[in-house]
């Protein structure tokens, strides 16, 4: 039998033993020099974060995966320090940090807004608990069709999810937090705050004028929908006072009219708004709610529930000057 009979290369001849001793060049290159010092700044900025007090029981938060996220955004100037913790879940923690030089969406190194002022980070765990959950909000989403049954993959859509929503409630003329960046299992974002701490949900503050409150976030469902989503889960939990006005946030699980459980979850937003609200002294009602958003809107999607949507976010004025 012949190398050719097994479908083998032919082999070239060798002069003789000690063909294995020839010198090979192991001189450091550019590339070996740049990849050593990143790695060496890697190591440091995981080791800044694993002493800071605030992190030190973040071990299920902050694995490898989710260093090396926030590594990228701080070589992306994004952000250049963190913060302490903003809020603790099942899913995500959020925490403060200081923004970086290309903050608000700069380019060619000149930031759009100022350097040094506060963002907000969201960080979902890659091991979720409620992952099976983050699933049911995904499958049906035209926007993240085929990602499959991968946790990193899940999680990963589910930040790109938010993102997306967060820019197209804004272009649809709802008060959320700005997007700023994305990266794996971490979302950059505007922080609703002020120095004395997080704003202040509506569940923990005295609403002085509890019908006006209402006719906003009204308006709100409204735009949502007529803009082809639905949050999923509004509540005063998750609506916010912020400089005299009203934001919605955690848009993580919001979906698309094209949703199988859209209507489901439309009617509980409804029945969770009115209901808070009527305790409030507002007279309404889940079903007056419903049919006001339903009548009042004319959902279309069609431009931007094409997979891999994430147009950019778009700046808002006030409901008046949207009005007119």
């Known amino acids: 039998m012949t190398d050719s009979d097994f479908g083998l ?36 900025f995981r080791e800044r974060i694993k002493d800071a007090d605030q992190f030190k029981v973040e071990a299920s938060v902050f694995d490898d995966a989710t260093y090396g996220a926030l590594y990228k955004l701080v070589q992306d100037g994004h952000i250049d320090a963190f913060g302490g913790p903003i809020s603790t879940g099942k ?66 859509a589910w930040v790109r999810k938010e993102s997306s929503n967060l820019k197209r409630a804004r272009r649809a003329g709802v008060r959320t937090p700005e997007p700023i960046a994305v990266e794996r299992n971490v979302l950059v974002m505007e922080y609703l705050g002020t120095e004395e701490g997080r704003a202040k949900r509506l569940s923990e503050v005295h609403i002085e004028n509890p019908d006006t409150a209402y006719e906003v976030v009204k ?12 949050h999923g889960d509004l509540s005063e939990y998750n609506i916010v006072f912020h400089e005299g006005q009203l934001y919605i946030i955690d848009l993580g699980q919001a979906v698309t009219v094209h949703h199988p459980n859209a209507d489901d979850f439309l009617e509980r937003d409804c029945r969770n708004v009115a209901n808070f609200f009527a305790r409030q002294g507002v ?41 007119e």
């Open 283 to 323: 007279e309404t009602t889940p079903e007056e709610l419903l049919a006001y958003v339903r009548e009042h809107a004319t959902p279309d999607d069609s431009e931007d529930t094409a997979p891999g949507s994430d147009d950019d976010a778009v700046p808002q004025g006030t409901l008046e000057e949207q009005r």
């Open 219 to 230: 308006e709100y469902l409204r735009r949502l929908y007529d803009a082809g989503l639905v």
């Open 91 to 156: 899913e995500a923690n959020v925490y403060t940090a200081l923004a970086g030089s290309q903050a608000r969406g700069a380019t060619d190194g000149e930031s759009e807004g100022p350097q040094g002022h506060e963002v907000a980070v969201k960080v979902y765990r890659i091991n979720a608990s409620d992952f099976k959950d983050m699933r049911g909000y995904l499958d049906g989403d035209p926007r993240f069709e085929g990602i499959g049954s991968d946790k990193k993959k899940v999680v990963t």
């Open 9 to 44: 290369l032919d082999t070239d001849e060798v002069d003789g033993v000690g063909d294995e001793w020839e010198e090979i060049d192991v001189s450091d290159t550019d590339a070996d020099r740049i990849a050593r010092k990143r790695d060496r700044e890697f190591s440091e």
